[in-house]
């Protein structure tokens, strides 16, 4: 019996309660996670931060991951997720505090360093939380749902510019001191699903998603791993840094919007996978072809900085084409990566993808900052921007040959039946060394 079920086996109604509070927690997550970008342009004019100042305090929040990632599933295995989801959420408070406090410069990139540690255990400590009350059958949409609902944040944050712009006229701190407030409600939903989860753990018997490491086995993968993985984190590293980092600033600057209307802009991404993302996930498990779909997904991702660097067509046109993008890859990849990974090494895979996965987006968003500022990007020069969006095009076409070496191999017969609608689990078909 799960620790979702009930006495007589079926699943307990609570599970819907315990979903919610998921979302709200991660959700809150998200939110202080996206924090920097809407008052970049403040944190220009007010401490005169520099490019590499901005990408230092995103960047430095993947440090944590580097050493934390694999030990994070062990955590888990030996406290439970749910107590190690609550623990995250409140080392995040304390980072997003001293994020709000805010100075000297070092107690900002404190603060975020901090709070990075948070954020690479709750999420998927959440996910292990889904899968210890849903059912087999449930536990993808739910996670769907759980994608879709952690979205929330970043469109919150983004459109934050607008409901909340008396902070912003205020200046670079008050919207931090929000960021935290919403950081502690988080806080307040990680400790009800505790509390949740203790009553019934009594009750549980099946283990949770992360397994045990095994550093044995960490190269024992075989390609459609290697090439997964590579989507992970080259898509990863992408998508982050510009839309959290760089985006609403290069708005600003390049395309000639308000702070507000930069906000908005770049929150249609986010609130367009709230609604997509479910039925993303639902269409793979209907028609299959998931491979296909990823390498779909990740040639969204070049063309967008074409529109963006090269036409003057309206910002909807991009931001349309990227949240396809993050809508798609997102519902896709991370059911697929458990099709492609035998469940009893499911936690290694996954420690070892969220580390490589912390490297590769605080790489990016150092470089990024780096090429911007020796372009000379800002109000003053936004042609300037121009280096740094080649990287991305370049790199995004990284994710795309990833995408594409992963569909070939798994339409072929060493696949492990992602193309096949309707897939079980691991071993639909026979996979290769």
Known sequence: MTAGATASGSPSALRWWVLALAAIAVSSSYYEDDVIGPIADLLHRQREFTQSNLGMLNGVMSVPNIALALINGLLIDRYGPARVALWS????????????????YSLMVLGRFI?????????????????????????????????????????????????????????????????????????????????????????????????????????????????????????????????????IEYFQHAKGLTLEQAGRANSWVFLAAVFSTPFFGLLADRIGHRALLLSFGALLLPLTFVVLGLTDLNLWVSTVMMGISWSLVPAIIWPST?????????????????LIQALGMAASNLAAGWIADRAGAGALNPAGYDAMLWFFFL???????????????????????????????????????
Do not use: C, N
Request: hydrophobic share 50%; net charge positive.
């Open 89 to 104: 959420a409140a080392i995040g408070v304390v980072g997003a505090a001293l994020t709000a406090v805010g100075t000297p």
């Open 338 to 354: 458990t099709l492609i990974v035998d469940p009893r090494r499911l936690g290694t895979a996954l420690g070892l993808i969220t």
């Open 395 to 433: 790199l995004s076409l990284s994710a795309l040959l990833s995408a594409v070496l992963l569909w070939r191999r798994e339409a072929g017969p060493t696949g492990h039946g992602l193309e096949e609608s309707g897939v079980e689990g691991f071993g639909s078909k026979t996979p290769a060394t």
């Open 115 to 247: 709070f990075g540690m948070s954020e690479g255990a709750i999420f998927i400590a959440l996910i292990a939380v889904l899968a210890r009350w849903f059912p087999r059958r449930g536990i993808a949409l739910a996670t769907a749902f759980y994608l879709s609902l952690a979205r929330f944040g970043s469109y919150a944050v983004d459109t934050s510019t607008g409901w909340a712009h008396s902070l912003y006229d205020r200046g670079w701190q008050p919207p931090l001191w929000l960021g935290t407030g919403i950081t502690a409600g988080g806080l307040a939903a990680a400790s009800v699903l505790f509390l949740i989860d203790r009553r019934r753990r009594h009750e549980s018997t099946t283990p949770v998603v992360v397994d045990q490491v095994r550093w044995a086995d960490l190269l024992k993968f075989d390609r459609s791993y290697w090439y997964i993985l590579g989507l992970h984190v080259l898509y990863a590293a992408v998508f982050f840094p510009f839309r959290t980092t760089y985006a």
